[in-house]
């Protein structure tokens, strides 16, 4: 069972099973990961704001299946050879790219192949001209990851402290998280905002200098 978190972050973050964090946010999506065979026509698509471990998900079944992982701001009309696929960000799907994008579909679906998906919102929003693609991609089933409960935003925050080789105290994530927004965007923000000043003013990194910063949002 993964225990810790991470997310969407470009650098310096942990993407190991090991450094997942299940909570009730994100269950749904992780639970469903763990048995491909049971999704319907086997193909799903994860959906959740920025941040939220989408790309950590992708990046777990991804290593545990062997799939070819591909972003769909990049597809091409090349026929993959492995069984499953993972396409991220489909809502970046280009218009040039929304025939690739049916052929690939339509070939997993011949060869009983697997196709997981993630996108930031669910298939009815995505800006797909060709019909018969956004017909296929609308009838996909969806895993909403929602925004962070207090234990998450916890385990979120003390997690983006680790990944810049920060350790503070447990309180501060307690503390930070029940005076920012709800969001992993937030949390995101905070931590950055932390260390960056921290370092700027030579001055230890803790619920002090958290509530100067949040009395003093700019």
Same mark, same amino acid.
């Given at each position: ?5 991470? +997310? ?20 749904? #999506? ?30 777990? +079944?991804?290593?545990r299946t062997g799939g070819d992982l591909l972003d769909a701001s990049a597809l ?20 040039a790219s929304e025939e690739a994008m049916f052929h690939l579909h339509n070939h997993l679906h ?32 969806? #895993? ?10 916890? #385990? ?53 200098? #958290? ?8």
């Open positions: 069972m993964a225990r810790q978190l991470s +997310f969407d972050w470009p650098t310096g973050v942990a993407l190991g099973p090991d450094d997942f964090f299940v909570a009730e946010p994100n269950a749904q #999506a992780f639970a469903m990961l763990e048995a491909p065979e049971s999704w319907p026509d086997r193909k799903l698509v994860i959906t959740g704001p920025d941040g939220c471990g989408k790309s950590h998900l992708a990046r777990i +079944f991804q290593n091409q009309d090349t026929m993959p050879r492995a069984s499953t696929i993972i396409v991220e960000d489909m809502e970046t799907l280009p218009a011949n060869t009983d192949g697997t196709l997981l998906m993630t996108a930031a919102t669910p298939p009815s929003r995505w800006p797909i001209a060709l019909p018969d693609l956004a017909s296929r991609m609308q009838a996909t089933t969806i #895993a909403q990851i929602s925004n962070p409960d207090d234990a998450l935003l916890q #385990a979120l925050i003390m997690k983006l402290f680790a990944d810049r080789q920060i350790s503070p105290q447990p309180d501060l994530a307690r503390y930070l998280a029940t005076r920012i927004e709800r969001s992993y965007a937030a949390a995101a923000d905070i931590v950055q905002r932390l260390d960056e000043q921290a370092l700027a003013r030579g001055r230890k990194l803790n619920k002090r200098l #958290a509530a100067e910063l949040l009395d003093n949002p700019s």
